[in-house]
């Protein structure tokens, strides 16, 4: 098993440019996640979708659009690039998190660059 | 709301000595999930252990111990006897039931050879 994977581990952007992260788990999991990671902040959530078809805002949603394309797959866009989104982007995946709750799994981030 | 908090932005220590990441975290709920990560130099996340709020038990793991106080809002995380290949960025993360986790801001620790 792979677990979850990212692409792709680096980027460098132009503000104004848009571009699309991956991700994927083989772990049949039913919710993922999309976090960002600044320095002496932690992580913070993005988007999170709870199972295929939903997708949900987390704390800082604002200049990204998220799909979840079916089980496997969530992705995560930037139309107009900032460089406020300079960031490690991590993907995560875990069971379910309603009522009782499930470790998530990470993948290996995408550290993004806007300039 | 539900608030963590790492008080330890960075530890430094000498290999061999016992070193505890303190957690405090903020919660209403009384089912809540707490979490430790460590995230090693080479930048992936790694799942530590889960507790759940009703499991007041303290558990290690070889050199890895974690105590949970309900009554002080505390899950701290105790290693023992560091190691080198222990020097990471630690988070500690709460979840209430159905709800986002939320992460503390981590605390770099390194262990000096």
């Known amino acids: 098993n792979a677990g979850v994977t990212q692409t792709p581990k680096f980027q460098v952007l132009k503000t104004g440019q848009s571009m699309t992260l991956q991700c994927a788990q083989d772990m049949n999991h039913n919710s993922m996640y999309w976090y960002r990671q600044d320095p002496g902040m932690g992580l913070r959530l993005i988007y999170y979708s709870a199972s295929e078809g939903t997708t949900d805002k987390g704390e800082v949603p604002n200049g990204y659009n998220v799909s979840r394309l079916n089980k496997r797959e969530f992705s995560l866009r930037l139309e107009s690039a900032a460089p406020s989104q300079t960031s490690v982007y991590f993907c995560?995946?875990?069971?379910?998190?309603?009522?009782?709750?499930?470790?998530?799994?990470f993948g290996p981030g995408t550290r993004l660059t806007v300039t | 709301a539900q608030k963590v908090t790492q008080a330890q932005t960075e530890i430094s220590v000498v290999e061999k000595e016992d070193v505890t990441l303190d957690c405090v975290y903020e919660?209403?709920?009384?089912?809540?999930?707490l979490f430790w990560y460590k995230q090693p130099p080479s930048g992936e996340l790694v799942f530590l252990i889960r507790?759940?709020?009703?499991?007041?038990q303290n558990e290690i793991s070889g050199r890895y111990s974690w105590n949970f106080q309900k009554s002080t809002s505390s899950f701290n995380f105790t290693i023992t006897a560091s190691q080198v290949v222990d020097s990471a960025v630690y988070f500690c993360?709460?979840?209430?039931?159905?709800?986002?986790?939320?992460f503390g801001e981590g605390t770099q620790l390194t262990v000096n050879p």
């Open positions: 919660t209403r709920d009384t089912t809540y999930y």
């Open positions: 507790r759940n709020s009703f499991d007041e």
């Open positions: 993360a709460l979840q209430t039931s159905g709800s986002r986790l939320t």
């Open positions: 995560a995946s875990s069971e379910r998190p309603t009522r009782a709750s499930y470790e998530q799994y």
